[in-house]
């Protein structure tokens, strides 16, 4: 029988990566956690990257899916350090008028906010708020027979139509903006199928467990992910670049946080012809640019609802925002890009000196761009906010190259780990029985290039895990 010097080894200490090192862990095997950047969390890391004394978070910086997420709230993070930080007003989206469109915790609110459009938003929203608990473990996982399929599917059918689609159900301006911000976090054009889903699943869970903002940045989800998995007993190893399997210790499984490519490079001489090929033709969709600014004051927005939101989705009409998705798609740099802000330091206000802010923001541009959008995003936001510009102490930019020399998950800049459409929505990264088995006994894929895709929730990572113990149990 042969001895092996730990029963897995994770690679990749993103939030996949930690989460099927815990899953592991937890059934009592011995695991070692590798990753190859200096500090773990993979698009959870925090860093001063504007100023010193100003805390930006890098990629990654509202939690709705954290607080949300099936596996996360099974664990004790509080008490390894988490804590989230809910603002008045989750998400805004102002309109050139002054006026702006809210997403708050109540479900009801928000609806009342909406006008004339309160039932239809009602009838949208509310049957997924209500069904969330019994299905969120089926939308956030492989594609298999639910446990609720009645449920899943009052969820299932809107979300599989187009956002222009569901647009068709409203009849004002703030509601068809404020739902054309949520679906445009698919980084898909909005009349593709499924770009749907992602706003159903946003606003729902706005309304279950908020649009949180990590207490100290979004390294401490990270940290007290790390903290659980060390007091279980497992075993970190940073600034090691896996390049080969040949230098990894002996394991009967080995699971990688890393998307296709990276996969290709480490373990291509274990796989099977037909399986590299899956993975040479997975696709990658729009990137990001992405600007950190340290500022003098807070955002001088028109809207007052603004000033009280944790996000900001910048883009005005359902119009023009579907024209700048659908023209980043067609490797078009748009004139007037979509913005997301985050203003954490608005109410986590232990990141940046007193009466300052740390501002945090990205347009999608298409992959692998090297346009500098600087000033078109800074433009935009000046539209809604005139001062803005003038309250500017320091900026940080991170273009496609940089995001993916961050971190290689990142492909030409995209941070969902490839394209979230209707043909890559299951068969991540490749058609297989178990999306997370690799064609190589003991190899699996662990990252957002599996179902159910980017976030920071960890479900690929915990099904992955579940997949290999499964595996591990039957040598």
């Known amino acids: 029988m042969a001895v092996y010097e730990y029963d897995a080894i994770v690679v990749g200490a993103g939030p996949n990566g930690l989460a099927a090192a815990i899953t592991l862990q ?56 988490l804590e989230y930080i809910n603002p008045p007003v989750l998400a805004a ?3 050139d008028n ?15 906010f909406l006008g004339p459009d309160k039932n239809a938003y009602l009838n949208l929203i509310g049957p997924i708020v209500d069904s969330w608990p019994d299905i969120a473990a089926d939308v956030l996982g492989p594609l298999r027979f639910p446990k609720y399929p009645v449920d899943l599917l009052k969820f299932g059918i809107p979300a599989l139509r187009s956002a222009l689609g569901i647009a068709n159900k409203f009849k004002t301006q703030e509601a068809k903006g404020l739902w054309a ?26 309304h279950i467990k908020g649009w949180p903002i990590p207490k100290g940045g979004s390294q401490q989800i990270a940290n007290a992910l790390a903290g659980y998995f060390v007091s279980l007993g497992g075993k970190i190893q940073t600034d090691w670049y896996v390049r080969s399997l040949k230098e990894l210790p002996s394991a009967k ?69 579907a024209v700048s998705e659908r023209e980043t798609s067609a490797g078009i ?44 995003i800074e433009n935009q936001i000046e539209r809604f906010a005139p001062g803005f510009k003038d309250r500017i102490l320091a900026r940080h930019v991170f273009n496609t190259a940089q995001m993916e020399r961050y971190n290689a998950n990142y492909i030409g800049g995209d941070i969902n780990g490839g394209i979230l459409d209707i043909w890559q ?10 999306p997370y088995r690799t064609s190589a006994k003991g190899i699996y894929l662990c990252s957002a290039s599996t179902p159910p895709g980017g976030g920071v929730h960890g479900m690929p990572g915990f099904h992955a895990a579940k997949r290999a113990l499964e595996d591990i149990w039957r040598l």
């Not at 007052?304 to 005005?316: D, E, L």
Request: charged share 15%; with cysteine; hydrophobic share 45%.
């Open 253 to 321: 499984a080995i699971l990688f946080d890393l998307g296709p490519k990276q996969l290709l490079e480490i373990a291509g001489e274990s796989l099977s012809g037909f399986y590299k090929w899956q993975l040479k033709r997975y696709r990658y969709g729009a990137g990001v640019f992405k600007i950190d600014w340290a500022l003098d004051g807070a955002v001088p927005f028109k809207a007052t609802a603004c000033r009280a939101a944790g996000t900001v989705h910048i883009g005005g009409t359902l119009q023009e925002i």
């Open 93 to 95: 989206h102002p309109f």
């Open 425 to 434: 929505l299951y068969t991540r990264p490749a058609l297989r029985r178990s």
């Open 333 to 376: 740099i748009t004139e007037k890009p979509f913005v997301l802000l985050a203003q954490q330091s608005l109410f986590d206000t232990g990141r940046v000196p007193e009466g300052r802010q740390a501002l945090w923001g990205y347009c999608h541009v298409p992959n692998g761009s090297m346009a500098d959008r600087t000033a078109a």
């Open 181 to 206: 911000g949520m679906a445009a976090h698919s980084l898909l054009p909005l009349d593709r199928l499924t770009t749907a889903a992602i706003g159903l699943v946003l606003m729902a869970n706005g």
């Open 26 to 81: 937890q059934a009592g095997l011995s695991i070692l956690l590798i990753e190859g950047a200096g500090i773990i969390g993979g698009g959870m890391r925090s860093s001063a990257l504007t100023l010193p004394g100003y805390l930006s978070d890098v990629c990654s910086a509202i939690h709705p899916m954290a607080a949300a997420s099936p596996f996360f709230q099974q664990l004790p993070l509080d008490k390894f350090g």
């Open 98 to 112: 002054g006026d702006a469109a809210v997403l708050k915790h109540s479900l009801y609110e928000t609806a009342d």
